[in-house]
């Protein structure tokens, strides 16, 4: 395979620029040494979600900047959380042998080829439309261009110069442009003055889209004040309420967030399937606390699911980097419940 031995030796030869994406547990920028790290399986995947490093590749060529190529690929992983080298073996193989083994210069045809092998390749993935809303905001942020035209709705509404009930003709693109640009464009004041105020389906759509950046403490603190109220209702939508779990889950505020997830899992919702996958999907950074990681599994155990989503959950979990050794260490603690050891047996039953 010449002297290429991953994408991002391919993508140094032909000149690209490059911008990798997570698009697994939340949309977030991979910086190029950990990416370029984990091609050469000098260390794990920070965020795998189900198995698997799932990104999104960006990548342009500053003789042409108005013209980008954009690749899902999801990289299967090893139990350690190391990429599976023939797989990105195979695709390199196809790559080279679509192009030609000198990457370089290559002309448009050449290009369009590499673009074009995402449609029958095995690792290529679509993420769902929240992913790829993100993505294109975010992409679209790096490339220095400017926002879609529908971010101006998104802002007009969420800072207030709307009346609150009117939202339907906000778009999904319009809110994640929003976000995306909230730092940028100064708007975090306002918008955390109306988080009480937002019915709960665009609270819910905010939120989801908050999950992908590193809010501050003030905004942090208002979602988490509502999601409180939430959570002392036990007939409250589930939904709003998971929803308010994945707006902080990327916050700058730990003590926040953390102080929520202990919420829930003391509360009429801590055995929703619902709310205990947003935590582990979303919000797993406090799992790290094993005070948290205790009830949460505890929790699990019980769930409204069953036993098999403490086996998916749990699976997934055990593939982030410091979560797998203190989950071991709840598994060997002699004070788990019946339940939890029950669930633990059927876990290990089943990866026998």
């Known amino acids: ?31 190029a040494n950990t990416f370029s790290r984990f091609e050469q399986c000098e260390i ?31 990289f299967p992983l090893d139990e350690q959380g190391f990429i599976i080298q023939a797989a990105r073996d195979d695709f390199l193989k196809r790559l080279l042998e679509t192009i030609g083994q000198n990457a370089k210069d290559l002309s448009e045809e050449e290009n369009q080829q590499a673009q074009n092998l995402m449609k029958d390749n095995p690792l290529a993935f679509t993420p769902d439309q929240e992913r790829i809303a993100i993505f294109n905001a975010k992409a679209k942020l790096a490339l220095g261009q400017p926002a879609s035209r529908f971010h101006d709705q998104a802002e007009e509404y969420f800072t207030g110069q709307r009346e609150m009930d009117n939202w339907e003709d906000i778009g999904l693109q319009g809110i994640a442009d929003f976000t995306v640009r909230l730092e940028k464009q100064d708007n975090g004041a306002e918008l955390t003055q109306h988080i009480a105020d937002f019915p709960d389906i665009p609270f819910s759509a905010l939120c989801r889209c908050l999950e992908n950046e590193a809010i501050d403490h003030k905004l942090a603190a208002a979602i988490c004040e509502r999601a409180e109220k939430l959570i002392a209702d036990p007939e409250a939508d589930r939904l709003t309420l998971a929803a308010a779990i994945r707006g902080v889950g990327h916050s700058q505020a730990k003590g926040l967030r953390d102080g929520l997830i202990r919420s829930v899992l003391e509360s009429s919702h801590s ?65 788990r419940s019946e339940a939890l050891s029950n669930a633990i047996g059927l876990l290990m039953g089943q990866d026998s």
């Open 1 to 31: 395979m010449s002297d290429i031995t991953t994408l991002t030796d391919f993508l140094e030869k032909t000149g690209a620029n490059l911008r990798v994406f997570d698009m697994g547990r939340r949309v977030s920028l991979v910086s």
């Open 271 to 335: 055995e929703d399937i619902e709310i205990l996958t947003v935590i582990a999907a979303r919000a797993w950074e406090s799992l790290e606390s094993p005070a948290l990681l205790k009830p949460y599994l505890e929790k699990l155990a019980i769930c409204s699911a069953g036993d098999q989503a403490f086996v998916k959950i749990v699976r997934d979990l055990i593939f982030v980097p410091g979560l797998r050794t203190l989950i071991i260490a709840q598994f060997r603690d002699p004070d």
């Open 44 to 74: 794990p995947y920070p965020q795998p979600y189900m198995y698997h490093a799932r990104l999104g590749v960006l990548f342009w060529y500053p003789q042409a900047p108005e013209q980008h190529f954009i690749w899902f690929l999801q």
